[in-house]
């Protein structure tokens, strides 16, 4: 089992910064990766940026050059500073965990999710 502990959302005008952290605990295997995923209001939950452990990154369309992920390893926490916020940023915020064994993602693991919303 892995926990997942979030924070640093809140409230913030457009165009400003925020900067969420999402630390984990338990059984977390060296070959990991660690991501943000965001869900609106009345859409589906998608992708905003993952890190593996070896630090390759992978962000969506939306939010690339504007958002930075990084990871601690000594710490198991990753973050995802996010700039220049748009109305359309505004989501809950998840973190998920994925162990992979044998190259092969087996185990998920969720945060509980923390709120962003971006005033215009």
């Known amino acids: 089992q892995v926990q997942l502990v979030e924070s640093g959302g809140g409230l913030v005008q457009a165009g400003g910064s925020l900067r969420l952290s999402c630390a984990a605990s338990?059984?977390?295997?060296?070959?990991?990766?660690m991501g943000w995923h965001r869900q609106a209001p009345g859409k589906q939950r998608e992708l905003v940026a993952r890190?593996?452990?070896?630090?390759?990154?992978d962000y969506a369309d939306a939010v690339k050059g504007r958002f930075t992920i990084s990871r601690d390893n000594a710490k198991n926490t990753v973050y995802l500073q996010m700039d220049s916020l748009k109305s359309d940023d505004t989501a809950v915020y998840y973190c998920?965990?994925?162990?992979?064994?044998?190259?092969?993602?087996?185990?998920?693991?969720w945060g509980q999710g923390t709120q962003v919303t971006v005033s215009s």
């Open positions: 890190i593996t452990s070896s630090g390759t990154t």
């Open positions: 998920r965990h994925t162990n992979y064994i044998g190259g092969i993602p087996r185990y998920i693991y």
């Open positions: 338990g059984t977390i295997n060296m070959i990991n990766t």
